[in-house]
C-alpha cells in the first residue's frame, strides 16, 4: 500500500497497491543515470539533454537517485533492494569526474546519502544477518567526496565558491569554475551537519572545522542591531549582495542546521545562535501566518508581499524548536493554499494567489507535517497527510514515477523528477502513516538532514550517552543525573535558634579526577542567608569565560530588565551584587558585560526553557561571542527549576546570600581528620547579634557537628583557613 501500512491509523488512510516497488521501477528506468525523467521513462544523464541551467548542477554522473534514496529503503524495510543498492554503488559509482556541480547540492544529497546509507549498513550488519561482507566502502566515498568539496573553501572569507569541480576542483585551469563573487546563505552554511558526521566517522577534523568556520564567518557578518542575515554573501569580502531577509530560498537551511547541529553535535554555540537569529525572525518576519521577507537593515517593513515555497519547512524547525503555536498557525496557512492549489506553487502572494506556478514535487510541506503529527499525535495531520497522497496520485503520478508540475494552474507535467522526492516526500509520508514498532530502526535514536538523510544521535562527542527522553521523534533532552541538583539539606536535629555561627562552605580547587574530567564538571550556588544556613544548593553549569569563581558571598537581585540584554536600569542595586538575568534575546557575553558595566560582582543566568532541571537536562558549558577577554566577573547557568529555587526565595525573603563554588562540602559530613589541599577554605564567623558561645562551658570552643561534638580552635572570634599547602585539621573537624 501506499503511504499506508494497513495498521488503521486514522479513518479512510491512502491506499494505492504496489507503489513501494517504486524505486525498483526508478533503476530498472534510470539507473545509472542521476535522475527519472518519468515522462520518458528514462534516466537523465548531464550533457545528454537540453541544459536546464543551475539545476544540472545537482547532476554529477555519480547515480544521485540511487545514492539519495539508500536510507530511504531502509525505512520502507526494503532490505534486500537496500544491500542491492549498495553493491551497486559500491562497484559502479565514481567520483572522479571531470563535471561541475553544486556544492550544496552534492553535500546534502550525496554526501549526507553515503553517510546515510553507511550507518544503515552499519546497523545492519551489526544485526549479523545482512551485509556481512560490507567493509565501510560508501563512508570511504563519502570521504574522498568530502575532500573533492573542500576545494571550494579556499576563499579569503572561508565561505565556499558555489561550485566546484569534482576532478580539478576550484582554481585549476580545467576547473571551469572558480570565477564566482558570491554564494546564498543556505549554500555556505548547510555544511555542518555532513561535514562534522563525516569527521567523526573517520576522526578527520578538517571537515567540521571548515563547515565551523563557515557558519563563524556568516554569524560575524549578522547585521548586529537586529541578528538578521542576508540571502547573498561575497565569498571573499563577506560583504552582503542580497540584502533581504526571510526564512525561505536562499536562507532556510542555514537556521535548520543551527539547530540541528545543537542537537546532533551537543555544542550550545550553535543553539545561541540559533536562538539570537530566532527572536529576529519572529519580530521582523513572522507576520502570523504569514512569514514575508524584510530589509536586514531596516526590516520593519516588508520588501515583498509573496513567499516561497521553501519557506514551507519552518513550522517544523518551530515545532523542534517547541514553539507550536505559530507552527501550527502558519502550517494552516499552508495547507489553506495547498487546498486551493492542490500543490504549493513555488511562489504565492498573501492572498494566496500563485505568484510563480511551478511544483517540483519539494517535500518541505509534508515534512512539517510530520513534525507536527509527531508534536500533537492529532489525527488532523494525519488528514492533512492524506491530501498530500492524494494529490500525488491524481495529479503527478505517471507511467514511470511522479512527474514535476510546471504549472499547478493548469495541471502541465514537466519531465522531471527529482533525487530528493525519494529520499525526502517518501520518507516523511511513510513515516506519518507508519507505527514506529513497524520500522527496522529506533527512529527517535537519529536526526534528519535538510535532505532527510538520518544521522545517528550518538556522533555527539559532547555529551555523555544518558537515558533518552523521547521528544517530537528526537532524543532532544539528554538526562544525566547530576551529582547533586537542587539539593535541600534536611536540617540538622541539634540546630538551635541560637545557634552563633554562620556557614560558608568549603570548596576545593583541586584537579578533578579523570572521569570528571571527561564532561563538564558541574558548579554550584549555595543558599547562605536564613532559613537555608548554606543547606540548599543549586547545581550550575559554568562558562567558557569570565573568572573563576568568587569565594565572597553576595547578596542576589534581579536585573532590570531581566533578560539584561540591554542597558541596566537598576544600577544602584545592582552595583556589587550577584545579578539574575534570563537566557535569550541574546547572547550570554552581551549580558555579561551589561552587568558588570552596571557593577554586578557576578551573574546567575536562569534558563527560559519552563521546567528545565539539571536531573533532566545536559550540563553544558556557556560559550563566549568570540572575544571575551574584557569579561572578569564570575558566571553560572541555572536550569529553570533550579532558578526558581533562587527567585522564590529573593520573593520571600528581603535579603538573600549566595555563594558560588566548584564543589560543596558540608561541615559534619565526610571523614574526620581531613587534610587541607591546594585552596580549601573554611570561615566561621560569629553572628553580630549573639554573644553567647554554642557550647557554653568554654567560650573558646566552637560547636561544628550534628552530635555537637566540640573541638578546641583557640579564642579567635572568626577562624579562617586559605592556605596553598596541607594543614591537618583539627580532631573533629
Not at 544540472?56 to 544521485?64: E, I, R
Not at 579569503?156 to 571551469?176: A, C, D, F, H, I
Not at 572521569?515 to 550556588?525: D, H
Request: hydrophobic residues 40%; contains cysteine; charged residues 20%.
Amino acid at each position: 500500500h501506499f503511504f499506508c501500512n494497513g495498521n488503521g491509523k486514522g479513518p479512510n488512510l491512502p491506499s494505492t497497491e504496489h507503489l513501494w516497488d517504486f524505486p525498483s521501477l526508478v533503476q530498472k528506468h534510470a539507473y545509472p543515470a542521476d535522475e527519472l525523467m518519468p515522462l520518458s521513462c528514462r534516466g537523465r544523464v548531464r550533457g545528454m539533454e537540453p541544459s536546464r541551467g543551475d539545476v544540472d548542477d545537482a547532476l554529477g554522473k555519480f547515480s544521485l537517485t540511487l545514492i539519495d534514496t539508500l536510507d530511504t529503503l531502509v525505512v520502507l524495510n526494503k532490505l534486500d533492494e537496500f544491500e542491492d543498492a549498495v553493491r551497486k554503488v559500491v562497484l559502479d559509482v565514481r567520483l572522479d569526474n571531470d563535471v561541475v556541480v553544486s556544492v550544496f547540492e552534492t553535500n546534502i544529497r550525496v554526501l549526507g546519502g553515503l553517510l546515510g546509507g553507511h550507518i544503515m549498513a552499519d546497523m545492519l550488519k551489526a544485526q549479523g544477518v545482512r551485509l556481512q561482507w560490507y567493509k565501510d566502502e560508501l563512508l570511504h566515498l563519502a570521504r574522498d567526496l568530502g575532500y573533492r568539496l573542500l576545494p571550494a573553501f579556499n576563499t579569503t572569507s572561508g565561505l565556499p565558491y558555489p561550485r566546484v569541480n569534482l576532478r580539478y576542483g576550484v582554481l585549476s585551469p580545467n576547473s571551469r569554475t572558480g570565477t564566482e563573487l558570491d554564494t546564498c546563505t543556505a549554500c555556505a552554511g548547510t555544511m555542518i551537519l555532513e561535514f562534522a558526521a563525516l569527521s567523526r566517522l573517520t576522526q578527520e577534523t578538517v571537515f567540521e572545522d571548515t563547515a565551523r568556520r563557515a557558519l563563524d564567518v556568516l554569524w560575524e557578518k549578522r547585521q548586529k542591531g537586529n541578528d538578521l542575515v542576508g540571502t547573498v554573501i561575497n565569498i571573499h569580502n563577506g560583504d552582503w549582495v542580497r540584502r533581504d531577509s526571510g526564512v525561505g530560498a536562499g536562507i532556510d537551511s542555514y537556521y535548520e542546521y543551527l539547530m540541528k547541529a545543537y542537537i546532533l553535535l551537543g555544542d550550545d554555540t550553535y543553539l545561541d545562535r540559533f536562538n539570537a537569529h530566532y527572536v529576529a525572525i519572529m519580530k521582523y518576519i513572522s507576520q502570523p501566518p504569514l512569514l514575508l521577507n524584510v530589509h536586514m537593515h531596516n526590516p520593519t517593513v516588508s520588501i515583498r508581499s509573496w513567499m516561497d515555497s521553501l519557506l514551507a519547512f519552518f513550522p517544523g524547525l518551530q515545532v523542534l524548536r517547541g514553539d507550536l503555536k505559530p507552527a501550527i498557525e502558519t502550517h494552516e496557512m499552508l495547507y489553506q493554499v495547498t487546498k486551493q492549489h492542490k500543490f504549493l506553487p513555488e511562489a504565492f502572494t498573501s492572498d494566496f494567489a500563485v505568484y510563480w506556478a511551478q511544483h517540483p514535487l519539494r517535500p518541505e510541506f509534508a515534512e512539517s507535517t510530520y513534525f507536527l503529527y509527531k508534536a500533537t499525535r492529532d489525527p488532523y495531520y494525519l488528514q492533512v497527510g492524506k491530501s498530500i497522497v492524494e494529490s500525488l496520485n491524481e495529479y503527478a503520478r505517471v507511467a514511470c514515477g511522479f512527474a514535476a508540475v510546471q504549472d499547478v494552474r493548469t495541471g502541465r507535467h514537466e519531465d522531471r523528477m527529482d533525487s530528493f522526492f525519494l529520499a525526502e516526500m517518501f520518507k516523511y509520508l511513510y513515516l506519518l502513516f507508519t507505527e514506529k514498532r513497524d520500522l527496522p530502526l529506533d527512529i527517535d535514536d537519529y536526526i534528519f538532514t535538510t535532505e532527510a538523510h538520518l544521522l545517528p544521535l550518538s556522533l555527539s562527542t559532547a555529551r555523555p550517552p544518558c537515558p533518552r527522553n523521547m521528544t517530537l521523534g528526537y532524543s532532544v533532552t539528554l538526562a544525566c543525573r547530576s551529582p547533586y541538583s537542587a539539593v535541600s539539606l534536611p536540617p540538622q536535629p541539634d540546630a538551635s535558634p541560637l545557634g552563633l555561627f554562620s556557614l560558608k562552605f568549603i570548596t576545593e580547587l583541586v584537579d578533578p579526577p579523570a572521569a570528571e574530567q571527561q564532561g563538564i564538571s558541574p558548579l554550584a550556588v549555595q543558599v547562605l542567608s536564613p532559613p537555608f544556613f548554606g543547606r540548599t544548593v543549586l547545581t550550575a553549569g559554568p562558562a567558557q569565560f569570565g573568572m573563576d569563581l568568587t569565594k565572597q558571598e553576595h547578596g542576589v537581585v534581579l536585573s532590570e530588565p531581566y533578560q539584561a540584554c540591554a542597558a541596566i536600569s537598576n544600577r544602584q542595586e545592582v552595583q556589587g551584587k550577584m545579578a539574575l538575568a534570563q537566557r535569550g534575546e541574546c547572547m550570554f557575553a552581551t549580558k555579561a558585560r551589561n552587568l558588570q558595566e552596571a557593577g554586578a560582582s557576578g551573574v546567575i543566568f536562569i534558563d527560559n526553557a519552563e521546567g528545565s532541571c539539571s536531573e533532566e537536562m545536559v550540563l553544558f558549558q556557556m560559550v563566549g561571542d568570540g572575544s571575551t577577554s574584557d569579561i572578569v566577573i564570575p558566571l553560572v547557568f541555572l536550569f529553570q527549576k533550579e532558578g526558581q529555587v533562587l527567585l522564590d526565595a529573593l520573593s520571600q525573603h528581603r535579603n538573600v546570600d549566595v555563594l558560588l563554588a566548584t564543589k560543596p562540602m558540608f561541615l559534619g559530613e565526610g571523614k574526620r581528620n581531613q587534610t587541607i589541599v591546594g585552596n580549601r577554605w573554611v570561615r566561621l564567623r560569629r553572628r553580630a547579634d549573639e554573644d553567647s558561645p554554642l557550647c557554653p562551658s568554654n567560650p573558646s570552643i566552637v560547636w561544628l557537628e550534628r552530635s555537637c561534638k566540640c573541638s578546641e580552635m583557640g579564642s579567635h572570634q572568626g577562624w579562617y583557613w586559605n592556605e596553598s599547602h596541607a594543614e591537618q585539621l583539627p580532631s573533629g573537624l
